[in-house]
């Protein structure tokens, strides 16, 4: 993988990160509506770009399979922080 697509994923991750951390300070009311707004964010904007840099060949599947993992993970993760700790 070439630094500066290394780079643009690192970037991401961090606005996946503060997205998370955004959620996570707002969570009052509907947690799992939260989780869903996060996933649904991620989905619209995150997913699209890392599919087309797959598709440009900048990343291998495998690449993109296990930045797709991460991704997941957090979005675990919110879920396993909001809703699970509630019940």
């Known amino acids: 993988m070439k630094e500066i697509i290394q780079k643009e994923l690192e970037s ?22 939260l989780v869903k707004e996060f996933e649904q964010e991620i989905e619209t904007y995150v997913f699209p770009y890392v599919r087309r840099l797959y598709e440009m060949k900048y990343l291998t ?3 993109a399979k296990k930045f797709m993992e991460l991704i997941y993970e957090q979005i675990n993760d919110l879920y396993n922080m909001l809703v699970k700790e509630d019940k």
């Not at 991401?12 to 509506?33: Q, R, V």
């Open 61 to 63: 599947e495998n690449e």
């Open 12 to 33: 991401l991750m961090k606005i996946i990160l503060n997205w998370k951390e955004d959620y996570m300070s707002s969570a009052g009311g509907i947690k799992e509506f």
